[in-house]
């Protein structure tokens, strides 16, 4: 079920209709979340479930399990760890696994033996594997008291908003608003609004507007040899990425402020970085800082020698670059951010550059052609499709006509940004009530009248 749908704003007004009868009554309220999130999730294949039900079942006892024995609960937690990441390693990577074991073992069959139900990547299923492993590590480290009620744990885990596209809500941060969801006063239900119809905005005006111009780029039977045509493009890509993304996030706490809980702000503004480590202290917050806090800090973080902090960034950034993706396109998009950020600590030229304003223009440029070429790999059907566009991209040949239409786009998507980020951002022009409704009528028209053909989110596949 796609938020931007009929058939989801349907759903969520039946949700809302009855939400504030059964808010105040916390097991009421959790039989209610569970039900709705369910048949969310299940519109799209209701086997999928079950893997829900694996991963929190599993967590939810090894939870329990380890405050029983504190002191023999690294079993517990080994069991948690196997438990999820043996899912995600069946539905997302075993057709990768099969096919890289085929290159050297050819005598290997084409199609692993596995039901073709395995083959399929249920939606959603790298965030809600990683926010219930968040929950066992937590409670194995002792920063989170498990909690005894199953309906309340799948309530937290399958929460719809953020269900299938985050941001990453842990339990530490979540469970106690379980308890006693806040009263939606007027201000709470304006600014739930205003995520929303941003978000809506974000999506349909800007992202699927700009998808059919990178789709046709990365389409083409042969690609368009010319520089110029494939830089424009990769900074629509930016662009569509980034409104699709964080679309989807603004709507997700939009909704959790209707229903009176708060999620974490997971995107703040990542293509005005002057470094690439400030990039990714903006951009997908909750998964970046799951990365740091529960791979790169355990392995050692920067406490143990340069040569070891820099092996720790780069196991980091590899994992997640394979979390996006079953493919090395995606492992080639972690290993170049790795790289950058290796560069970045190496010789720390961000420093240097930040003390004047054409130096901090300099960092601004330098990050964003890392991020540009990043992304090639991110979005190219193939590695070497990738590399291919790469080269084009370094040849310094002029923009072909095809590019002016997408460079149009791009300018008009970066003129409609700019103007949120003042509203969003308190400028004083924007803050007054007359100005703020207008701007979501504005808005709203927009939405109805300027959207794009529906598109899927772009994080639906990861």
Known sequence: MLFNSLVFIAFAALFFLFWPLVKRRPRASWVYLVAFSFFFYGWWDWRFLSLILFSGIIDFIAAIGMAARPRRRTPWLLFSLAGNIGSLGLFKYGRFIWENLRAFLPALPVDPPVSDLFLILPVGISFYTFQSMSYTIDVYRGRLAPTRDPLKFFAYLSLFPQLVAGPIVRASDFLHQLDAPRDTDEPTRFRGLELILHGYF???????????????????????????????????????????????????????????????????????????????????????????????????????????????????????????????????????????????????????????????????????????????????????????????????????????????????????????YLYLGGHPLFARPIVRTAMLALTFWAVLFLRGHGEQFIYFQF
């Open 202 to 420: 974000k999506k349909v005006v800007i992202a699927d507007n700009l998808a059919p111009v990178v789709n046709a780029a990365f389409g083409a039977a042969t690609p368009e040899a010319s520089a110029g045509h494939w830089w424009l493009v990769m900074v629509a890509f930016a662009f569509q990425i980034y409104c699709d993304f964080s679309g989807y996030s603004d709507i997700a706490r939009g909704l959790a402020k209707w229903m009176g809980y708060d999620f974490q702000r997971n995107f703040d503004h990542p293509y005005t970085s002057l470094s690439i480590r400030e990039f990714w202290t903006r951009w997908h917050i909750s998964l970046s800082s799951w990365f740091r806090d529960y791979v790169y800090i355990p392995l050692g973080g920067s406490r143990c020698g340069r040569v070891r902090e820099a092996a720790n960034l780069w196991v980091t950034m590899l994992v997640s670059g394979l979390w996006h993706g079953a493919a090395w396109h995606f492992v080639i998009w972690g290993a170049l951010h790795a790289a950058f950020l290796s560069a970045e600590k190496l010789i720390g030229y961000p420093a240097l550059l930040a003390r004047s304003a054409p130096g901090r223009l300099l960092a601004f440029l330098i990050v964003a052609v890392q991020v540009l070429v990043a992304w090639v790999f991110f979005r190219a059907s193939s590695l070497d499709q990738a590399i291919g566009i790469v080269r084009i991209m370094f040849s310094f040949s002029g923009p072909s006509p095809s590019s002016f239409g997408a460079g149009a786009i791009v300018l008009m998507a970066g003129m409609a940004m700019r103007e949120w």
